[in-house]
Protein backbone atom coordinates (compact mmCIF):
# COMPACT_ATOMS: atom_id res chain seq x y z
CA UNK A 1 0.00 0.00 0.00
CA UNK A 2 1.56 3.52 -0.89
CA UNK A 3 -0.99 5.15 1.09
CA UNK A 4 -2.00 7.73 -2.14
CA UNK A 5 -5.90 6.74 -1.90
CA UNK A 6 -7.82 7.41 -5.68
CA UNK A 7 -12.02 7.06 -5.50
CA UNK A 8 -13.78 5.75 -7.62
CA UNK A 9 -12.25 2.85 -8.50
CA UNK A 10 -14.02 2.20 -11.04
CA UNK A 11 -16.43 4.88 -13.44
CA UNK A 12 -18.78 4.21 -16.38
CA UNK A 13 -20.60 7.03 -17.63
CA UNK A 14 -21.92 7.86 -21.50
CA UNK A 15 -20.03 10.69 -24.13
CA UNK A 16 -20.48 14.17 -22.94
CA UNK A 17 -20.79 13.94 -19.54
CA UNK A 18 -18.40 15.19 -16.81
CA UNK A 19 -16.85 13.09 -14.13
CA UNK A 20 -14.50 14.38 -11.01
CA UNK A 21 -11.81 11.34 -10.02
CA UNK A 22 -10.16 12.59 -6.36
CA UNK A 23 -7.27 11.68 -4.77
CA UNK A 24 -5.49 12.06 -1.25
CA UNK A 25 -1.63 12.02 -1.23
CA UNK A 26 0.26 10.17 0.82
CA UNK A 27 0.45 11.89 4.56
CA UNK A 28 3.21 14.86 4.73
CA UNK A 29 3.67 14.63 0.17
CA UNK A 30 2.84 18.35 -0.65
CA UNK A 31 3.01 17.33 -4.98
CA UNK A 32 0.52 15.62 -6.82
CA UNK A 33 0.28 14.28 -10.42
CA UNK A 34 -2.18 12.92 -12.72
CA UNK A 35 -1.64 10.57 -14.96
CA UNK A 36 -3.50 8.82 -17.70
CA UNK A 37 -3.21 5.39 -19.05
CA UNK A 38 -4.41 4.22 -22.47
CA UNK A 39 -3.57 1.01 -23.64
CA UNK A 40 -1.99 2.49 -26.66
CA UNK A 41 -0.37 5.70 -25.36
CA UNK A 42 1.14 4.37 -21.92
CA UNK A 43 1.86 6.59 -18.96
CA UNK A 44 1.14 9.87 -19.87
CA UNK A 45 1.75 13.07 -17.40
CA UNK A 46 -1.08 15.18 -17.32
CA UNK A 47 -0.64 17.93 -14.38
CA UNK A 48 1.21 18.49 -11.32
CA UNK A 49 0.10 20.34 -8.10
CA UNK A 50 2.41 21.76 -5.31
CA UNK A 51 0.36 23.14 -2.31
CA UNK A 52 -2.16 24.21 -3.80
CA UNK A 53 -0.43 25.82 -6.96
CA UNK A 54 -0.29 24.08 -10.54
CA UNK A 55 3.50 23.51 -11.38
CA UNK A 56 3.88 21.68 -14.25
CA UNK A 57 1.82 20.61 -17.49
CA UNK A 58 1.90 17.57 -19.46
CA UNK A 59 -0.22 16.59 -22.30
CA UNK A 60 -3.96 17.67 -20.23
CA UNK A 61 -6.36 18.44 -22.85
CA UNK A 62 -8.64 21.98 -22.29
CA UNK A 63 -11.25 19.54 -21.52
CA UNK A 64 -9.56 18.64 -18.36
CA UNK A 65 -8.32 20.49 -15.33
CA UNK A 66 -7.23 19.59 -11.90
CA UNK A 67 -7.14 21.66 -8.53
CA UNK A 68 -5.19 21.14 -5.06
CA UNK A 69 -7.31 21.93 -2.22
CA UNK A 70 -5.73 23.78 0.89
CA UNK A 71 -5.54 19.71 2.89
CA UNK A 72 -3.52 19.03 0.03
CA UNK A 73 -6.32 16.27 -1.84
CA UNK A 74 -6.68 16.86 -5.27
CA UNK A 75 -9.68 16.20 -8.20
CA UNK A 76 -9.40 15.65 -11.97
CA UNK A 77 -12.20 17.22 -13.65
CA UNK A 78 -12.76 15.30 -17.10
CA UNK A 79 -15.79 16.88 -18.78
CA UNK A 80 -17.56 16.61 -22.44
CA UNK A 81 -16.02 12.71 -22.40
CA UNK A 82 -15.25 11.00 -25.63
CA UNK A 83 -14.84 7.53 -25.79
CA UNK A 84 -11.33 7.85 -26.28
CA UNK A 85 -10.98 9.23 -22.48
CA UNK A 86 -11.46 6.03 -21.67
CA UNK A 87 -8.73 4.77 -19.60
CA UNK A 88 -7.25 4.46 -16.11
CA UNK A 89 -6.15 7.92 -14.01
CA UNK A 90 -3.46 7.46 -11.87
CA UNK A 91 -2.45 10.21 -8.72
CA UNK A 92 0.87 10.25 -7.79
CA UNK A 93 2.64 12.11 -4.81
CA UNK A 94 5.57 12.98 -3.50
CA UNK A 95 7.57 15.13 -0.72
CA UNK A 96 8.70 18.35 -2.68
CA UNK A 97 8.01 17.66 -6.31
CA UNK A 98 11.08 19.16 -7.14
CA UNK A 99 13.21 16.94 -9.69
CA UNK A 100 15.76 14.98 -8.66
CA UNK A 101 17.33 13.89 -5.30
CA UNK A 102 16.23 11.71 -2.58
CA UNK A 103 12.90 12.07 -1.16
CA UNK A 104 11.40 13.41 -4.14
CA UNK A 105 10.36 9.90 -5.79
CA UNK A 106 6.29 9.46 -7.03
CA UNK A 107 4.09 7.16 -5.29
CA UNK A 108 1.21 5.75 -7.19
CA UNK A 109 -2.58 5.15 -6.02
CA UNK A 110 -4.67 2.95 -7.42
CA UNK A 111 -6.04 4.42 -9.94
CA UNK A 112 -9.58 5.10 -11.15
CA UNK A 113 -10.84 3.07 -14.22
CA UNK A 114 -13.02 5.39 -16.34
CA UNK A 115 -15.04 3.78 -19.10
CA UNK A 116 -16.69 5.50 -21.48
CA UNK A 117 -19.80 4.39 -23.70
CA UNK B 1 10.78 10.41 -31.80
CA UNK B 2 9.30 9.47 -28.59
CA UNK B 3 11.55 10.54 -25.21
CA UNK B 4 11.76 6.99 -24.08
CA UNK B 5 12.00 4.13 -25.92
CA UNK B 6 11.04 0.34 -24.38
CA UNK B 7 10.47 -2.65 -26.26
CA UNK B 8 7.02 -3.86 -24.97
CA UNK B 9 7.87 -7.30 -25.28
CA UNK B 10 6.10 -9.78 -24.18
CA UNK B 11 9.04 -11.35 -23.06
CA UNK B 12 8.74 -15.17 -21.21
CA UNK B 13 11.52 -16.51 -19.76
CA UNK B 14 11.41 -19.46 -16.99
CA UNK B 15 12.02 -19.35 -13.40
CA UNK B 16 15.19 -18.60 -12.23
CA UNK B 17 16.50 -17.09 -15.21
CA UNK B 18 18.58 -13.62 -15.32
CA UNK B 19 15.85 -10.86 -17.11
CA UNK B 20 17.41 -8.17 -18.76
CA UNK B 21 14.89 -4.75 -19.69
CA UNK B 22 16.32 -1.93 -21.22
CA UNK B 23 15.35 1.59 -22.25
CA UNK B 24 16.73 3.77 -24.70
CA UNK B 25 15.96 8.02 -23.96
CA UNK B 26 16.94 11.11 -26.49
CA UNK B 27 17.20 14.08 -24.36
CA UNK B 28 20.84 14.31 -22.14
CA UNK B 29 19.20 16.57 -19.90
CA UNK B 30 17.27 13.94 -18.28
CA UNK B 31 19.15 13.09 -14.94
CA UNK B 32 17.35 10.76 -12.49
CA UNK B 33 16.06 7.27 -13.92
CA UNK B 34 14.03 4.97 -12.06
CA UNK B 35 11.90 1.51 -12.70
CA UNK B 36 8.38 1.10 -11.53
CA UNK B 37 6.81 -2.57 -11.59
CA UNK B 38 3.14 -2.61 -12.29
CA UNK B 39 0.70 -5.70 -11.82
CA UNK B 40 -2.69 -5.62 -14.02
CA UNK B 41 -4.71 -3.37 -12.78
CA UNK B 42 -2.59 -2.03 -10.08
CA UNK B 43 -0.80 1.59 -9.37
CA UNK B 44 2.77 1.35 -10.59
CA UNK B 45 5.21 0.60 -7.70
CA UNK B 46 8.62 2.15 -7.34
CA UNK B 47 11.43 -0.88 -7.52
CA UNK B 48 14.66 1.91 -8.48
CA UNK B 49 15.68 5.06 -8.41
CA UNK B 50 19.08 6.14 -9.24
CA UNK B 51 20.71 9.52 -10.82
CA UNK B 52 24.32 8.25 -11.91
CA UNK B 53 26.36 6.50 -13.81
CA UNK B 54 27.15 2.37 -13.15
CA UNK B 55 24.91 0.10 -11.22
CA UNK B 56 22.80 0.35 -8.34
CA UNK B 57 21.83 -3.21 -6.63
CA UNK B 58 18.67 -3.78 -4.79
CA UNK B 59 18.62 -7.56 -3.73
CA UNK B 60 17.37 -9.58 -7.03
CA UNK B 61 17.19 -5.90 -8.65
CA UNK B 62 20.08 -4.49 -10.34
CA UNK B 63 19.46 -1.05 -11.90
CA UNK B 64 22.26 0.41 -14.46
CA UNK B 65 22.51 3.59 -16.39
CA UNK B 66 24.95 4.69 -19.08
CA UNK B 67 24.36 8.34 -19.69
CA UNK B 68 27.00 8.03 -22.93
CA UNK B 69 24.72 6.36 -24.69
CA UNK B 70 21.15 7.33 -23.14
CA UNK B 71 20.86 4.00 -22.37
CA UNK B 72 19.03 2.37 -19.26
CA UNK B 73 18.90 -1.09 -18.08
CA UNK B 74 16.93 -3.68 -15.20
CA UNK B 75 17.82 -6.71 -14.42
CA UNK B 76 16.33 -9.40 -12.46
CA UNK B 77 18.24 -12.31 -11.13
CA UNK B 78 16.79 -16.00 -10.22
CA UNK B 79 13.20 -14.29 -11.67
CA UNK B 80 10.34 -15.66 -9.86
CA UNK B 81 6.60 -15.78 -11.09
CA UNK B 82 5.82 -13.11 -9.03
CA UNK B 83 7.88 -10.96 -11.24
CA UNK B 84 5.51 -11.42 -13.85
CA UNK B 85 4.18 -7.91 -14.32
CA UNK B 86 4.79 -5.27 -16.54
CA UNK B 87 8.53 -2.85 -15.91
CA UNK B 88 8.12 0.81 -16.84
CA UNK B 89 11.04 2.83 -16.99
CA UNK B 90 10.73 6.52 -16.04
CA UNK B 91 13.27 9.95 -16.80
CA UNK B 92 13.08 12.97 -14.73
CA UNK B 93 14.29 16.28 -15.47
CA UNK B 94 17.16 17.68 -13.24
CA UNK B 95 16.34 21.47 -11.55
CA UNK B 96 12.65 22.87 -11.29
CA UNK B 97 9.79 20.34 -10.32
CA UNK B 98 9.56 17.40 -11.24
CA UNK B 99 8.18 16.01 -14.67
CA UNK B 100 8.48 12.19 -15.04
CA UNK B 101 8.52 10.38 -18.50
CA UNK B 102 7.44 6.77 -18.90
CA UNK B 103 8.60 4.34 -21.27
CA UNK B 104 5.24 2.53 -22.59
CA UNK B 105 6.49 -0.77 -20.36
CA UNK B 106 7.99 -4.13 -20.72
CA UNK B 107 5.18 -6.85 -19.90
CA UNK B 108 7.39 -9.91 -18.45
CA UNK B 109 6.19 -13.56 -17.72
CA UNK B 110 8.18 -15.57 -15.85
CA UNK B 111 7.07 -19.48 -15.69
CA UNK B 112 7.24 -21.94 -13.20
Known amino acids: DSGVTQTPKHLITATGQRVTLRCSPR?????VYWYQQSLDQGLQFLIQ???????AKGNILERFSAQQFPDLHSELNLSSLELGDSALYFC????????????????FGPGSRLTVL | QKEVEQDPGPLSVPEGAIVSLNCTYS??????FMWYRQYSRKGPELLMY????GNKEDGRFTAQVDKSSKYISLFIRDSQPSDSATYLCAISNSGGYQKVTFGTGTKLQVIP
Open chain 1, 92 to 107: ASSSRGLAGGQGNEQF
Open chain 2, 27 to 32: NSAFQY
Open chain 2, 50 to 53: TYSS
Open chain 1, 49 to 55: YYNGEER
Open chain 1, 27 to 31: SGDLS
